[in-house]
């Protein structure tokens, strides 16, 4: 019904910047609200940040507020996460999330993951 596949993550040093992407179909993109959430080993899972469908509302975990920026392309179906001034502790498997609103019942779909690795 909705398939999210994240692309971008990779292995960068400490300070530097990473951008996540996840594109989905199976559902218009606009019905979607669109988030990122990440799980380190042993962990459990983390928000980290959300959007709305038409992009003018976002929350932001605390850990990554200011570092990190959400946005959403409806044309190309794709959210994307830009992380700055990445930190050893943002260490973890990034997962793309999207929460369908309508119909109801509220139902969430999520990607793989993709691994985001920063080292000190």
């Known amino acids: 019904q909705v398939q999210l596949v994240e692309s971008g993550g990779g292995l960068v040093q400490a300070g530097e910047s990473l951008r996540l992407s996840c594109a989905a179909s199976g559902r218009p993109f606009s019905t979607y609200r669109m988030g990122w959430f990440r799980q380190a080993p042993g962990k459990a899972r983390e928000f980290i940040a959300t959007?709305?469908?038409?992009?003018?509302?976002?929350d932001y975990a605390d850990s990554v507020k200011g570092r990190f920026t959400i946005s959403r392309d409806n044309a190309k179906n794709t959210v994307y996460l830009q992380m700055n001034s990445l930190k050893p502790e943002d260490t973890a498997v990034y997962y793309c999330?999207?929460?369908?609103?309508?119909?109801?019942?509220?139902?969430?779909?999520w990607g793989q993951g993709t691994q985001v690795t920063v080292s000190s």
């Open positions: 959007i709305n469908w038409s992009g003018g509302s976002t």
């Open positions: 999330n999207a929460r369908i609103l309508l119909p109801p019942p509220v139902h969430d779909y």
